[in-house]
């Protein structure tokens, strides 16, 4: 599957923005499909996952609340919608996917092999 990010840009704190993450190339049945980020000197981190397209979300707990993770079936795509934005969410956030990884590792990059280019968000102070 290719997977194409996009929506990043700068915004100032306490605004939102929603990425999306366009796949293609295989079914989208079944795909769980994750958010990472990787900020400035950082290791890349989850942010949420939406599990083999069904209704389980899970995110890590910096963005619980404000965070939103959803998808199109018909047009093939994932959203991260983001809002109260905090100066520390600024990062490089990469989509993720994959029709094989366990439950158990959905928070983990290296379970991914589908990557799509990653988008850069700025959160101004």
């Known amino acids: 599957v290719q997977l194409q990010a996009s929506g990043g840009g700068l915004v100032q704190a306490g605004g939102s923005l929603r990425l999306s993450c366009a796949a293609s190339?295989?079914?989208?049945?079944?795909?769980?499909v994750a958010w990472f980020r990787q900020a400035p000197g950082k290791r890349r981190e989850f942010v949420a996952a939406?599990?083999?397209?069904?209704?389980?979300?899970l995110y890590t707990d910096s963005v619980k609340g404000r965070f939103d993770i959803s998808r199109d079936n018909k047009k093939n795509t994932v959203y991260l919608q983001m809002n109260t934005l905090k100066p520390e969410d600024t990062a490089v956030y990469y989509c993720?996917?994959?029709?094989?990884?366990?439950?158990?590792?959905?928070?983990?990059?290296?379970?991914?092999?589908?990557w799509g280019q990653g988008t850069q968000v700025t959160v101004s102070s």
């Open positions: 190339g295989r079914s989208f049945s079944g795909y769980t």
């Open positions: 993720a996917g994959s029709h094989t990884l366990i439950y158990s590792s959905v928070g983990t990059e290296g379970a991914y092999n589908d």
């Open positions: 939406l599990w083999r397209g069904g209704g389980t979300t």
